[in-house]
């Protein structure tokens, strides 16, 4: 593959050069032979970075080591570089490979003849020359209900949920807690009747029975 180094502010080794081919070659046997790449060494301060940039054929990959020093920043930009290649060739790899089902339904449907008609039996003629005549099959007709069928609610009798004694909104409000009960019918001491009972959003609603 081929490599362009830059070195901003920085001097590139011979050894740091081979290294960086090294790596660079193993990505090009993921993404083939046209494959180019360019890497860029700076420094801020105390910290080396490589940045380093491979243009594959129909993808650009882009990675960026930091470190110490410039190899353990090279090897840093050069393995995320060879994992994002790896996963590329994969994809492709998957893109391409059909399965035997993939393969029939992606093929056109067999063209088969239709099938003749059977000729008619001479023997079973009769005195005529004519065919005799076919006989009839009956065939079971299923009929399905012009209505449908109506399901009857699943109803439960109860009588927990009247208040046997005259009590305050505030006691029926307690009682309710305390029974752990989402409806009460009560009556208060001046024979007014009240529901209570618990909404959806879990507040108690209280009905006045005229």
Known sequence: M?????????????????LAQEGMERIGRLLGRTAT?????????????????VQARMQKFAATGKGDSLDAALRQAIAHAENQARRYRDRKIVSKRLTKEEKLLSQPPIARPKARAPEPDLEAANGNGRPAAKTRTAIPVHSFPATATVVEPHLVRS????????????????????QDRD????????????????????????????
């Open 37 to 53: 790449g360019s890497i860029v060494c700076s420094a801020q301060r105390h910290v080396q970075i490589v940045e380093l940039t």
């Open 183 to 210: 409806l009460l019918i009560f009556r208060t001491a001046a024979g007014d009747m009240y529901v209570l009972h618990r909404r959806r959003d879990g507040q108690m609603e209280l009905v006045e029975l005229p």
């Open 159 to 178: 009588s927990e949920a009247i208040a046997m004694r005259p009590m305050t909104i505030e006691e029926a409000v307690k009682d309710a807690e305390f």
């Open 2 to 18: 081929e490599v362009e180094f830059t070195a901003r502010q920085v001097k590139i080794p011979k050894a740091l050069r081979e």
